[in-house]
Every structure is written in structure tokens, then in C-alpha cells.
Nanobody, 123 residues
């Protein structure tokens, strides 16, 4: 059983940068594909980016390509989301998630979830 705790959210202005962190415990972190998802009010939870256990494959949603970067440190059991050039449409609750499935971007295939961290981008 993996527990995930996100941190780093906050209120920023458009164009600013923010880094989210997600620390895992209680499992073999290096076995898991990790993902960042987000959910805006009244909308479904969508994938933002994912990274395989070795970091060898990364997926980015079109809306964040070139602005967001996912990385992981297996020794620290942590996955990061570096967000640059933030836009008001990036405002959402950001969730960290883990799955033993390889390279999936499907919300329903992630077994473990953090509690989420709010990111608000003002214009």
C-alpha cells in the first residue's frame, strides 16, 4: 500500500513558476509509474503528465507541453512537477498518483492517490 502526499501548491500570477512535490511511503516506489493529474471545478480529473519507473518514458498533455516537466528521484521516493509560464487555465487541484501498470495515462488505472494540492493562477 502506497501513501502519497503532495505539497507546493499555492496562489501565483500568470507567467510565474511553481514546483509541486509528491512524497511516497509504504511501498516500493521504484516499481510504480507516477502521474500528475488535475481537476478544475466542475470538470473531470484529467492527466497532466506521467513518468515510468526509470524515468525513461514521459507523457505530457498537449496543454502543458513545453511548460511543465515531470521528474522523479527514486532514492527520495519523490516525484516532482515543475510548472513554468503558468496560465489561469492551469488553476485546479493537482493530484499525484501511482500505478503498477506501465506507461498508462488513464485515471482509472491508477490505484493510489494523494489528497491533492490547490494551484491557483491569477490573471
Amino acid at each position: 500500500q502506497v501513501q502519497l502526499v503532495e505539497s507546493g501548491g499555492g496562489l501565483v500570477q500568470a507567467g510565474d513558476s511553481l514546483t509541486l512535490s509528491c512524497v511516497a511511503s509504504g511501498g516500493t516506489f521504484s516499481r510504480y509509474t507516477m502521474g500528475w493529474f488535475r481537476q478544475a471545478p466542475g470538470k473531470e480529473r484529467d492527466v497532466v503528465t506521467t513518468i515510468t519507473w526509470s524515468g525513461g518514458f514521459k507523457y505530457y498533455a498537449d496543454s502543458v507541453k513545453g511548460r511543465f516537466t515531470i521528474s522523479r528521484d527514486n532514492a527520495k521516493m519523490t516525484v516532482y512537477l515543475q510548472m513554468n509560464t503558468l496560465k489561469p487555465e492551469d488553476t485546479a487541484v493537482y493530484y499525484c498518483a501511482a500505478t503498477e501498470r506501465r506507461a498508462t495515462i488513464e485515471v482509472g488505472e491508477y490505484e493510489y492517490w494523494g489528497q491533492g494540492t490547490q494551484v491557483t493562477v491569477s490573471s
